[in-house]
Protein backbone atom coordinates (compact mmCIF):
# COMPACT_ATOMS: atom_id res chain seq x y z
CA UNK A 1 0.00 0.00 0.00
CA UNK A 2 1.46 3.36 -0.92
CA UNK A 3 0.47 7.15 -1.04
CA UNK A 4 2.36 9.39 -3.20
CA UNK A 5 1.97 13.31 -3.59
CA UNK A 6 3.52 15.17 -7.14
CA UNK A 7 2.95 17.96 -7.94
CA UNK A 8 5.12 20.42 -5.54
CA UNK A 9 7.02 23.09 -5.62
CA UNK A 10 8.26 26.71 -5.77
CA UNK A 11 5.63 29.55 -6.45
CA UNK A 12 5.10 33.22 -6.30
CA UNK A 13 2.73 34.43 -4.04
CA UNK A 14 -0.50 34.85 -5.54
CA UNK A 15 0.08 31.78 -7.64
CA UNK A 16 -1.64 28.54 -7.73
CA UNK A 17 -0.27 24.82 -7.54
CA UNK A 18 -2.28 21.82 -7.93
CA UNK A 19 -1.01 18.31 -5.81
CA UNK A 20 -2.01 15.00 -6.92
CA UNK A 21 -2.16 12.34 -4.53
CA UNK A 22 -1.70 9.23 -6.80
CA UNK A 23 -2.89 5.22 -4.89
CA UNK A 24 -1.31 1.85 -5.49
CA UNK A 25 -2.28 -0.98 -3.59
CA UNK A 26 -5.26 0.71 -2.01
CA UNK A 27 -8.81 1.61 -3.28
CA UNK A 28 -9.42 4.88 -2.68
CA UNK A 29 -12.86 4.80 -3.20
CA UNK A 30 -13.35 2.99 -0.05
CA UNK A 31 -11.76 6.04 2.11
CA UNK A 32 -12.43 9.68 2.54
CA UNK A 33 -9.04 11.73 1.91
CA UNK A 34 -7.17 14.21 3.63
CA UNK A 35 -4.26 17.06 3.29
CA UNK A 36 -2.13 17.68 6.13
CA UNK A 37 0.71 20.05 5.94
CA UNK A 38 4.10 20.52 7.89
CA UNK A 39 5.98 24.04 7.86
CA UNK A 40 9.32 24.04 9.22
CA UNK A 41 9.93 24.06 12.79
CA UNK A 42 5.71 23.03 13.04
CA UNK A 43 3.70 20.90 14.02
CA UNK A 44 1.65 18.45 11.58
CA UNK A 45 -1.69 20.48 10.95
CA UNK A 46 -4.86 19.67 9.14
CA UNK A 47 -5.41 21.37 5.20
CA UNK A 48 -8.33 19.54 3.68
CA UNK A 49 -10.44 16.49 3.46
CA UNK A 50 -12.98 15.17 1.30
CA UNK A 51 -15.47 12.20 2.13
CA UNK A 52 -15.58 9.54 -0.08
CA UNK A 53 -18.34 9.77 -2.06
CA UNK A 54 -17.23 12.95 -2.49
CA UNK A 55 -20.18 15.21 -1.27
CA UNK A 56 -18.84 16.65 1.69
CA UNK A 57 -15.25 18.45 2.17
CA UNK A 58 -13.63 20.06 5.35
CA UNK A 59 -11.29 22.89 5.06
CA UNK A 60 -9.26 24.60 7.75
CA UNK A 61 -9.99 28.31 8.26
CA UNK A 62 -6.80 29.27 6.80
CA UNK A 63 -7.18 27.44 3.52
CA UNK A 64 -10.90 28.23 3.11
CA UNK A 65 -11.94 30.08 -0.32
CA UNK A 66 -8.71 29.11 -1.44
CA UNK A 67 -7.99 25.54 -1.68
CA UNK A 68 -10.47 23.46 -2.83
CA UNK A 69 -10.32 18.87 -2.79
CA UNK A 70 -11.64 17.24 -5.58
CA UNK A 71 -11.12 13.79 -5.75
CA UNK A 72 -11.57 11.47 -9.04
CA UNK A 73 -12.45 8.14 -8.06
CA UNK A 74 -12.19 6.40 -11.87
CA UNK A 75 -8.17 7.34 -11.54
CA UNK A 76 -7.76 6.61 -7.91
CA UNK A 77 -6.43 9.87 -6.81
CA UNK A 78 -7.12 13.00 -4.62
CA UNK A 79 -5.84 16.50 -5.65
CA UNK A 80 -5.30 19.66 -3.93
CA UNK A 81 -5.92 22.82 -5.99
CA UNK A 82 -4.20 25.72 -4.18
CA UNK A 83 -5.09 29.10 -4.95
CA UNK A 84 -4.16 32.58 -3.78
CA UNK A 85 -0.66 30.93 -2.31
CA UNK A 86 0.43 32.77 0.68
CA UNK A 87 4.27 32.75 2.26
CA UNK A 88 2.29 30.61 5.14
CA UNK A 89 1.60 28.01 2.89
CA UNK A 90 5.15 26.93 2.04
CA UNK A 91 5.07 23.68 4.17
CA UNK A 92 5.27 19.46 2.87
CA UNK A 93 1.89 18.41 1.95
CA UNK A 94 1.01 15.29 2.59
CA UNK A 95 -1.96 13.33 2.01
CA UNK A 96 -3.81 10.48 4.07
CA UNK A 97 -6.26 7.65 3.45
CA UNK A 98 -9.08 7.92 6.44
CA UNK A 99 -12.48 7.02 7.74
CA UNK A 100 -14.96 7.52 10.11
CA UNK A 101 -16.30 10.96 8.83
CA UNK A 102 -17.49 13.62 10.83
CA UNK A 103 -19.18 17.07 9.62
CA UNK A 104 -17.20 19.12 11.96
CA UNK A 105 -14.14 17.40 11.22
CA UNK A 106 -13.63 15.48 8.22
CA UNK A 107 -12.13 11.94 8.99
CA UNK A 108 -11.99 10.68 12.28
CA UNK A 109 -8.88 8.84 11.97
CA UNK A 110 -6.12 8.44 8.98
CA UNK A 111 -4.93 5.09 7.92
CA UNK A 112 -1.97 5.48 5.36
CA UNK A 113 -0.02 8.63 4.68
CA UNK A 114 2.12 9.22 1.83
CA UNK A 115 5.69 10.87 2.13
CA UNK A 116 4.83 14.14 1.55
CA UNK A 117 5.48 16.93 -1.84
CA UNK A 118 7.22 20.58 -0.72
CA UNK A 119 5.35 23.50 -1.47
CA UNK A 120 7.37 26.62 -1.55
CA UNK A 121 5.88 30.16 -1.94
CA UNK A 122 8.46 32.52 -1.99
CA UNK A 123 9.49 35.44 -4.54
Known amino acids: VQLVESGGGLVQPGGSLRLFCAAS????????MGWFRQAPGKERVFVAA????????YYADSVKGRFTIPRDNANNTVCLQMNSLKYDDTAVYYC?????????????????WGQGTQVTVSS
Open 50 to 57: IRRSGDST
Open 25 to 32: GLNLNNYD
Open 96 to 112: AAGFAWSAETGPRQYRY
